[in-house]
């Protein structure tokens, strides 16, 4: 093991600061979007669904490769952030002023991704004169949420068979 910090060093994180690009999905893109939303559910939120098979079903029942490309379709098209190599995360807002998906893949956590997908969306909802925006946050998601400046805003609702906390935020004016 003489070459410890060299192995450390390709097991680290990414450093995002320059390669992370935020761009609109394709319908090239539709199967790694799928792909990353179902590793994040699958692998990363273990605390909401607990491995069970109907909730994990349930749960990515509509992130298949064809709902994605019919989400696009239909003019629903989710953010990605990706590094030169693969789709490392996913966003997506609704019309109503809601952050509908925020998803990393498990190879792209702690890098910065999520932070920069979900401020970009908020950019984005301001730009389009919102004032505040919308959330509902699972148990594996409340913690980051509450750290970008998210406030709990009511009791738990039914998110895809789990509890899930509406969380509300207020939008700082596009410049």
């Not at 629903?76 to 590094?83: G, I, L, N, R």
């Amino acid at each position: 093991m003489q070459n410890k910090r060299g192995i450390s060093q390709v097991f680290s994180a990414l450093p995002l600061s320059q390669e992370l690009v935020l761009r609109p999905a394709t319908v090239f893109d539709v199967f790694e979007v799928s792909e990353v939303l179902v590793a994040s559910i699958t692998q990363l939120c273990q605390r909401d669904s607990l491995g069970d098979p109907e909730c994990l079903a349930q749960w990515c029942g509509n992130k298949s490769p064809a709902d994605i490309r019919g989400w696009i379709a239909a003019g629903v098209v989710p953010t990605v952030a990706t590094s030169p190599e693969r789709i490392l995360g996913v966003g997506l807002i609704g019309p109503q002023a809601e952050v509908s998906l925020l998803y990393v893949a498990p190879w792209g956590i702690n890098c910065g991704v999520g932070g920069a997908l979900l401020r970009h969306m908020e950019a984005e909802l301001a730009a389009q004169g919102h004032t505040a925006a919308q959330l509902t946050a699972t148990k594996s998601g409340l913690d980051f949420y509450l750290s970008q400046g998210w406030q709990c805003s009511g009791a738990a609702t039914n998110c895809f068979g789990l509890p899930g906390q509406p969380m509300r935020k207020l939008l700082q004016a596009a410049p």
